[in-house]
């Protein structure tokens, strides 16, 4: 039996909203790839209307919910994929233009702590209003992770970052 489930794609500086007709929650993001599920029935309410269209999941080929689809078809290939999904807490390594950033993430995918490790010192960020979830199931993470004792270690040495002196 399906039900009808309120999809999100956050980017960063907004979303994309969709009604999704699945079995399941977890068959949504099992097949469709940087997407959650909203579950809060305060959030169902306020961004529901937002939803751009109402699509079943198998049917997404042809519909603006098709290349995240793909995505995760291409990902279900690769070594690795959802081996992080599930977890209470991932700690990955993202290297960036000559920074390191050692960052946190919950279960839901979204930052908790982050750590800038750079030749001027190692520091803390602050929280940002942007922190869209990272696909978990998504492979690419796996070659990204770091252990625990990394982080902290990092995490323990690290100072506020300055402020900008303006």
């Known amino acids: 039996m399906k039900k009808r489930y309120l999809v999100c794609h956050d980017y960063g500086m907004g979303g994309l909203w969709w009604w999704?007709?699945?079995?399941?929650?977890?068959?949504?993001?099992?097949?469709?790839?940087e997407v959650e599920v909203i579950t809060d029935e305060a959030s169902i309410h306020q961004m529901g209307p937002?939803?751009?269209e109402e699509l079943h999941l198998d049917a997404l080929s042809g519909t603006s919910l098709a290349d995240l689809w793909e995505q995760r078809c291409a990902h279900r290939s690769l070594p690795g994929y959802g081996v992080l999904a599930g977890r209470e807490r991932v700690y990955l390594r993202d290297d960036e233009e000559g920074a390191v950033f050692l960052v946190e993430v919950g279960p839901d995918g979204r930052r908790l702590r982050e750590v800038e490790v750079s030749p001027e010192g190692v520091f803390r960020l602050a929280e940002d209003l942007l922190n869209p979830p990272r696909d978990l199931r998504d492979p690419r993470y796996v070659g990204m992770?770091?252990?625990?004792?990394?982080?902290?270690?990092?995490?323990?040495?690290?100072?506020?970052?300055?402020?900008?002196?303006?």
């Open 20 to 33: 999704v007709w699945a079995a399941s929650a977890e068959e949504i993001v099992d097949n469709v790839a």
């Open 50 to 52: 937002y939803a751009e």
């Open 145 to 166: 992770e770091i252990s625990r004792d990394e982080f902290e270690a990092a995490w323990e040495r690290s100072v506020p970052y300055p402020q900008d002196e303006e």
